[in-house]
């Protein structure tokens, strides 16, 4: 089963999580002026909370640019907006009663919090579940004297307005990740036909390539009986047509297996098939080799090939993109895709990009060949396959 592309849903998630963070920094300097601007109604807890909040909005951003742990940022952030609705009773000073503030200052996280969760999860059943426990310890909370004592109806107003905004943002990254889902199945199917015509290629190219074995052995055979003259050269006929007849044999009994492909025959439909994802693409080809590889093992090197090819092509920002194919000796299949990109710490590949892990290093492992990835920031990539190992 071909590994599922997460190139869209992968780009589309790095994109809104950056844009959320940034954007949530600015929202935090606003919450951080409510907070200062009602400092001295609130006991040193409200300071610790908001200190808080900066450590997990800074990590947001870190981790978003990074590729990883932004998930657990984000339910970070949701989770102590959460325990400062918990904790506002505890926190808030009896002066802020008689003050001339309507809503505390953590009414506004309540809506960031919600946001982050709702970035997190979209409409699934964690979001909504968290969303009725935030607005109905609100709505309970905000009643309180101590904390403006708000009313029912304008308590269950502003936690109406805050559901209505994050399901509707949750909704749109619904939206927004079942798009990119549909583009990665319909680029998966893409490549996975592509694999398919390369196959189907390779199989018809050694078929034919057995063909006219056959067919020039007997007809090197028919001449040769034609042409002979003295008993030596009949004998030598009758000895060139068993030999015609053996190999028919052989072919008939499944002793010249027909699942296995040359690597002639394979670099040829793996060109055709470069060529087809990548007009750009200069392909080089080198044959010394001529011994029968296992359609599964050649299968195995087209669908990495293919998948490095598209990596290179999505990621790298690449304006020079080469393909190498090699069999130095028999039996032997040696590929390099080079370009000259960007490049990338091997380090720090964030888990969408399974095209690396999935469906270059462990498709090669699985049918005993070796993958290795050589790249740097700003020195190109060049992705090396061989088989067997």
């Not at 920094?25 to 601007?37: H, I, P």
């Not at 003050?99 to 964690?126: H, I, K, N, Q, T």
């Not at 590889?293 to 990621?315: D, G, K, S, W």
């Not at 969408?352 to 290093?361: C, D, E, F, N």
């Amino acid at each position: 089963m071909n590994t599922p592309s997460t190139a869209a849903r992968g780009k589309l998630e790095n994109f809104t999580r950056k844009s959320y963070a940034g954007i949530l920094v600015f929202l935090t300097l606003e919450l951080w002026s409510k907070q200062a601007a009602q400092w001295e109604h609130f006991s040193v807890l409200a300071d610790v909370i908001m200190v808080l909040v900066w450590i997990i909005v800074l990590a947001i951003n870190v981790t978003a640019w990074m590729g990883r742990g932004n998930n657990v940022m984000l339910m970070a952030h949701g989770f102590i907006g959460l325990l400062s609705v918990f904790l506002l009773p505890v926190m808030t000073l009896d002066t802020f009663a008689t003050s001339d503030y309507d809503l505390p200052w953590v009414w506004w996280y309540v809506g960031l919090a919600a946001l982050s969760l709702a970035l997190r999860c979209g409409l699934r059943v964690s979001f909504l579940s968290y969303l009725v426990i935030l607005l109905t310890a609100w709505t309970a909370v905000s009643t309180f004297e101590s904390v403006g004592g708000a009313s029912l109806g304008e308590a269950l107003q502003g936690s109406v307005y805050v559901a209505l905004l994050t399901i509707g943002v949750g909704g749109l990254v619904s939206l927004m990740l079942n798009w990119a889902n549909e583009v990665d199945f319909a680029h998966t199917s893409y490549l996975a036909s592509a694999l398919e015509r390369a196959r189907v290629d390779a199989v018809e190219r050694e078929e034919q390539r057995v063909s006219a074995l056959v067919h020039d052995k007997v007809l090197h055979t028919f001449l040769y009986a034609a042409a002979a003259s003295t008993p030596s050269e009949q004998l030598a006929s009758v000895s060139l047509a068993s030999e015609a007849v053996d190999s028919i044999a052989k072919i008939q009994a499944g002793s010249v297996p027909l699942g296995t492909t040359t690597p002639s025959s394979l670099f040829l439909s793996l060109r055709k098939a470069a060529l087809r994802h990548s007009s750009r693409i200069r392909v080089s080809v080198y044959v010394s080799g001529s011994d029968p590889i296992p359609m599964e093992a050649a299968q195995a090197i087209t669908e990495a090939t293919l998948q490095a090819i598209e990596n290179a092509e999505r990621h790298a920002k690449c304006t020079d993109l080469e393909l190498k194919l090699n069999s130095p000796a028999a039996s032997v299949i040696s590929v390099q895709v080079v370009d000259n990109g960007k490049g990338f710490r091997l380090d720090r590949i964030p888990r969408a990009r399974l095209g690396i892990r999935g469906s270059i290093v462990n498709r090669m492992a699985l049918v005993g060949g070796v993958a290795k990835i050589k790249s740097a920031p700003g020195v190109g990539t060049v992705v090396s396959m061989r088989w067997p190992n």
